[in-house]
Nanobody
Framework: QVQVVESGGGLVQPGGSLRLSCAAS????????MGWYRQGPGPQRELVAI??????NYADSVKGRFTISRDNANNTLHLQMNSLKPEDTAVYYC???????????????WGQGIQVMVSS
């Protein structure tokens, strides 16, 4: 079994910064893509940032403000969020794609979600 736990959310004023973290534990042979999504008041979950095979992609709305990074040795993922805006308020979810065996399939595991609120 694999567990993914998020940390680092909270309340911050506009212009402030937060750092989200996401850690996977359990039967992990290797990790592949890792990413962050968020869900605001609307029905859809929005891709924020993703890192895979050495490349990263960001939503246009966060480019230049957010930075995704990963620590493969510790199966962790981070999201540094700077210059936060009220429209960044959402529940943030991370995913870590895991292989539990060398020749096995890849499974996507999700964190529990963590609230980020940007408000004065």
């Amino acid at each position: 079994q694999v567990q993914v736990v998020e940390s680092g959310g909270g309340l911050v004023q506009p212009g402030g910064s937060l750092r989200l973290s996401c850690a996977a534990s359990g039967s992990i042979f290797a990790t592949n893509a890792m990413g962050w999504y968020r869900q605001g008041p609307g029905p859809q979950r929005e891709l924020v940032a993703i890192t895979s095979a050495g490349s990263t992609n960001y939503a246009d709305s966060v480019k230049g403000r957010f930075t995704i990074s990963r620590d493969n040795a510790n199966n962790t993922l981070h999201l540094q969020m700077n210059s936060l805006k009220p429209e960044d308020t959402a529940v943030y979810y991370c995913h870590i794609d895991v292989k539990i065996a060398k020749m096995g399939p890849t499974f996507r595991y999700w964190g529990q979600g963590i609230q980020v609120m940007v408000s004065s």
